[in-house]
T-cell receptor
């Protein structure tokens, strides 16, 4: 069964600084990988997804993520954060060969922005 | 129209009440989901409907009863809930039959408080 770990519970960065949120997965093959964002009191929105091919994935709102098979990681990056990026970020993993409609979410990383 | 609409946004109910949460999407998606999210936790899958048939029940207590009247509507009937059932209930839909193959579109959620 697949699993996903987000080591950082809470990160604070200054506005305009770069950002990297960590995500590690466990799965026997290449999984489907996702990053979702949840603003306070809102539902989740997909930022980007990786299924196969180019390991650097571009998403919405200026985010990108890189799949590194050797490190079982799918870290999310943004070169310059804005105050509106303050939110909860969830990495998620799905099993391509599974018939179950399940995506496993990580525990989340809360991002705060320092003015 | 890329929205998933959930009503009500807030619900307070007693342990003997019967209430329902409603979810609607008009994107032609054929899979719909109920998730439960406790504070500072990731969403937890409860039910999946695929082509209007219940395909996954994650061993949810019978006091939660899902219903999918048609491909655009999803209900969650609540009866004899416990205070620990207080949470944000999120509805989601996906174009593909399986969440693994695409994007989950989430509603803003219904915040439930059980007294």
């Amino acid at each position: 069964a697949q699993s996903v770990t987000q080591p950082d519970i809470h990160i604070t960065v200054s506005e305009g600084a770069s950002l990297e949120l960590r995500c590690n997965y466990s799965y026997g093959a290449t999984p489907y990988l996702f990053w979702y964002v949840q603003s306070p009191g809102q539902g989740l929105q997909l930022l980007l997804k990786y299924f196969s091919g180019d390991t650097l994935v571009q998403g919405i709102k200026g985010f990108e993520a890189e799949f590194k098979r050797s490190q079982s990681s799918f870290n999310l990056r943004k070169p310059s954060v804005h105050w509106s990026d303050a939110a909860e970020y969830f990495c998620a993993v799905g099993a391509p060969a599974s018939s179950a409609s399940k995506i496993i979410f990580g525990s989340g990383t809360r991002l705060s922005i320092r003015p | 129209d890329t929205e998933v609409t959930q009503t009500p946004k807030h619900l307070v109910m007693g342990m003997t009440n019967k209430k329902s949460l409603k979810c609607e999407q008009h994107m032609g998606h054929r899979a719909m989901y109920w998730y439960k999210q406790k504070a500072k936790k990731p969403p937890e899958l409860m039910f999946v409907y695929s082509y209007e048939k219940l395909s996954i029940n994650e061993s949810v207590p019978s006091r939660f009863s899902p219903e999918c009247p048609n491909s655009s509507l999803l209900n969650l009937h609540l009866h004899a809930l416990q205070p620990e059932d207080s949470a944000l209930y999120l509805c989601a839909s996906s174009h593909g039959q399986f969440a693994n193959t695409g994007e989950l579109f989430f509603g803003e959620g219904s915040r439930l408080t059980v007294l």
